[in-house]
């Protein structure tokens, strides 16, 4: 695929790597990460509780006389196979409890979330919007934006190669599709994967609110290089941004080549 253009402004050095998640870079990316706590604070007090009832008869019914010598226990264990009408309703009980507290509270906030922000694409005439056009194929991420027309599939359009550059505080849009083989788009500091399927036009979203450089990864098994399908979204600021859109516009234009149909994938845009 075409390289065009080049970049006349540096984004910020890439954030520091730390253990586990990195601070969130998108808009809805903290959302995501208080869901995440928020189950990970329910299942924890649920492990806690349930293992407070298994140790509880397990230390309180040890045989304390198993090590007198002889090598036999002080008495024969009883068992209790759970068919008494109190056990019916003790795990009546706790299964309500645990659905109405854990699950329902984990799905009313999944789906608020998702209807606040990953959902909740912005209108394609929202202003100062940015779309992509983004080609997956093994193994590589082809990403194509508008030039200074604002429209595909002409002379000026931005071709990059495993490199996505745009603008902080800017909605971007994009439209996906594959080449080959399914895929997955993996922005994990945005907080966003989406599929991108073979003969299909999938769309996500997401507004950068950190000007820096972050990483874009496969999340599908697709082929013996999956581990080498990795890129970059550069986020500049928005001065910087049109900047480059401006000068990558011009030399995509000069370098305008209608034979080369290797670089001809754009497609009408999927609203």
Not at 82 to 101: E, N, P
Not at 133 to 154: C, H, I, K, M, S
Request: net charge negative; glycine share 6%.
């Amino acid at each position: 695929m075409a390289l065009a253009g080049s970049v006349t402004a540096q984004a910020a050095e890439e954030p520091a790597r730390r253990m586990g998640l990195n601070p969130p870079a998108s808009s809805y990316g903290q959302m995501f990460d208080d869901l995440f706590m928020m189950i990970t604070a329910l299942i924890s007090g649920a492990f806690v509780i349930v293992l407070f009832m298994l140790l509880v008869p397990v230390i309180r019914d040890r045989d304390r006389k198993w090590g007198d010598g002889t090598g036999k226990p002080s008495h024969k264990a009883s068992f209790d196979h759970g068919r008494s009408l109190h056990d019916k309703r003790f795990t009546a009980v706790v299964s309500i409890i645990v659905f109405f507290v854990l699950d329902a509270s984990v799905l009313y906030v999944t789906m608020k979330d998702l209807r606040e922000g990953f959902w909740n694409i912005p209108a394609p005439d929202t202003p100062d919007v940015v779309k992509v056009e983004v080609l997956a194929q093994q193994w590589a991420w082809n990403f194509r934006l508008p030039g200074t027309d604002g429209e595909f599939g002409t002379a000026d359009d931005i071709l990059t190669l495993n490199d996505m550059v745009v603008s902080v505080n800017r909605p971007v849009q994009l439209n996906m599709t594959a080449k080959d083989v399914i895929h997955s788009l993996f922005l994990p500091d945005m907080r966003l994967k989406r599929d991108v399927n073979p003969g299909a036009i999938n769309e996500a979203w997401f507004e950068p609110i950190t000007v820096g450089t972050y990483d874009i990864l496969c999340a599908e098994l697709c082929g013996f290089a999956h581990y080498q399908m990795h890129a970059k979204v550069r986020v500049l600021s928005e001065a910087d941004f049109d900047a480059w859109v401006q000068e990558a516009s011009i030399l995509a234009l000069a370098a305008h080549d209608e034979s080369d149909t290797e670089a001809q994938w754009a497609w009408d845009w999927k609203e």
